[in-house]
């Protein structure tokens, strides 16, 4: 396993397009979350997924960000209508949840950076 | 709520000095877990460590050493003997239960390391 996967590196976009980014974790991990970076700031939470469950979306910044997982194992996230505020890298990690083990460990992709024109 | 501040927005050593990267949190959570990242050029952030709260022991790990103070609510990171391979930005995160994932992050302390 080569690690944690994100496609594309980069996209360019028109306002009001809508784009599609894609993570494929490490396959043993159960868990994948996303998040957006922006310049100078820490990575920034947005939601996350139990195996194909998506336990919490309500941090997705707003109505235009979805994101699935339809089988357990790699994951989308989609803009619509994309606006220059969503410039920004966006960032995929995973990890393996155990019940018994404490806080789990994150593997992280290289991310997408994503900028709106 | 939770917070971590990374004060030192960026720090420019020269090879072999030691640097000390300085994170202080706020949490009223009893239970919390505390993390270093470090992102290279290429983008990854890379896990360097996890300390939850009731261990206090410090660590160290080859160059890297890392202070945990409940008292201060501090958490810092040092690298020893600095190498040009150390620059990077690093982040310190906070959790406040084992799904390490909703961390609340700082806003990073990039370190350039010069021959």
């Known amino acids: 396993d080569t690690g944690v996967s994100q496609d594309p590196r980069h996209k360019i976009t028109k306002r009001g397009q809508n784009v599609t980014f894609r993570c494929d974790p490490i396959s043993e991990h159960n868990r994948l979350y996303w998040y957006r970076q922006t310049l100078g700031q820490g990575p920034e939470f947005l939601t996350y997924f139990q195996n194909e469950a998506q336990l919490e979306k309500s941090r997705l910044l707003s109505d235009r960000f979805s994101a699935e997982r339809p089988k357990g194992s790699f994951s989308t996230l989609e803009i619509q209508r994309t606006e220059q505020g969503d410039s920004a890298m966006y960032l995929c990690?995973?990890?393996?949840?155990?019940?018994?083990?404490?806080?789990?460990?994150?593997?992280f992709g290289a991310g997408s950076r994503l900028t709106v024109l | 709520a939770q917070k971590v501040t990374q004060a030192q927005t960026e720090i420019s050593v020269v090879e072999k000095e030691d640097v000390t990267l300085d994170c202080v949190y706020e949490t009223r959570d009893t239970t919390y877990y505390l993390f270093w990242y470090k992102q290279p050029p290429s983008g990854e952030l890379v896990f360097l460590i996890r300390r939850n709260s009731f261990d206090e022991q410090n660590e160290i790990s080859g160059r890297y050493s890392w202070n945990f103070q409940k008292s201060t609510s501090s958490f810092n990171f040092t690298i020893t003997a600095s190498q040009v391979v150390d620059s990077a930005v690093y982040f310190c995160a906070l959790s406040a239960d084992t799904n390490a994932g909703k961390s609340t992050f700082g806003d990073g302390t990039t370190l350039t390391v010069k021959p």
């Open positions: 990690a995973s990890s393996l949840a155990r019940v018994s083990s404490g806080a789990n460990v994150l593997t």
